[in-house]
């Protein structure tokens, strides 16, 4: 599995781009956000990936961070998505805004996106209700709290659960001891 490519950007299209890492030439599939947030041609970019691999194809996708990433694998595992479908989403919607409408179950908003009626919008609502956050909140954490939220919820908790039990901890500090004042938080 890929997980991420830095190179040299080759070519830019909204739906892909050429990635060149140490010669060679990377195809990835992107959002429209994705794109919004890349360099200049020429310069060097970084991208968190995501390989499908198919049986008349390998796809690689990339993202501009994990949030994005997060909601593209979220999308995928609702029946009927697919990796086109789950970009065209995430090319109208940021994760942050995509997380809002399934929380206020705005259909209207959701069948807006090409290719999503309503039936398939009802389902992504059904489906994906709790299991997108406003990355918001992530992004005003450290990289301790991260690593304790995702300790917690490898250990079962929900990312909800997780989010609430690392409020308050310290921002710097050893993410064992994270881990268990989190787990302490979440006992009482």
């Given at each position: 599995?890929?997980?991420?490519?830095?190179?040299?950007?080759?070519?830019?299209?909204?739906?892909?781009?050429?990635?060149?890492?140490?010669?060679v030439?990377?195809?990835v599939?992107?959002?429209?956000?994705t794109?919004?947030?890349?360099?200049?041609?020429?310069?060097s970019?970084?991208?968190?990936t995501?390989q499908?691999i198919?049986e008349?194809?390998?796809?690689?996708?990339g993202?501009?961070?994990?949030s994005?990433k997060?909601?593209?694998?979220?999308?995928?595992?609702?029946?009927g998505?697919?990796?086109?479908?789950?970009?065209a989403?995430?090319?109208?919607?940021?994760?942050?805004?995509?997380a809002?409408?399934?929380?206020n179950?705005?259909?209207?908003?959701?069948?807006?996106?090409?290719g999503i009626?309503k039936?398939?919008?009802?389902?992504?609502?059904?489906?994906?209700?709790?299991?997108?956050?406003?990355?918001?909140?992530v992004?005003a954490v450290?990289n301790t709290q991260?690593?304790?939220?995702?300790?917690?919820?490898?250990?079962?908790?929900?990312?909800k659960?997780?989010r609430?039990?690392v409020?308050?901890?310290?921002?710097?500090?050893?993410?064992a001891?994270?881990v268990?004042?989190?787990?302490?938080?979440l006992?009482?």
């Open positions: 599995m890929i997980a991420y490519l830095t190179g040299i950007l080759i070519e830019k299209q909204p739906a892909h781009i050429i990635l060149e890492v140490q010669g030439g990377y195809e599939h992107i959002s429209m956000q794109y919004a947030a890349l360099p200049e041609i020429g310069q970019v970084r991208l968190l995501q499908i198919r008349d194809a390998h796809l690689l996708f993202f501009a961070d994990k994005e997060t909601a593209f694998l979220e999308l995928l595992k609702v029946s998505v697919g990796a086109k479908t789950a970009l989403v995430l090319s109208v919607f940021d994760s942050d805004s995509l809002n409408a399934i929380a179950d705005d259909v209207r908003k959701i069948s807006s996106v090409p009626g039936k398939t919008a009802e389902r992504l609502i059904l489906e994906l209700r709790g299991k997108l956050t406003h990355t918001g909140v992004s450290s991260d690593e304790v939220i995702e300790t917690l919820i490898a250990l079962g908790y929900s990312e659960e997780a609430n039990a409020k308050g901890l310290p921002e710097n500090g050893d993410t001891e994270g268990r004042m989190a787990l302490k938080k006992s009482s």
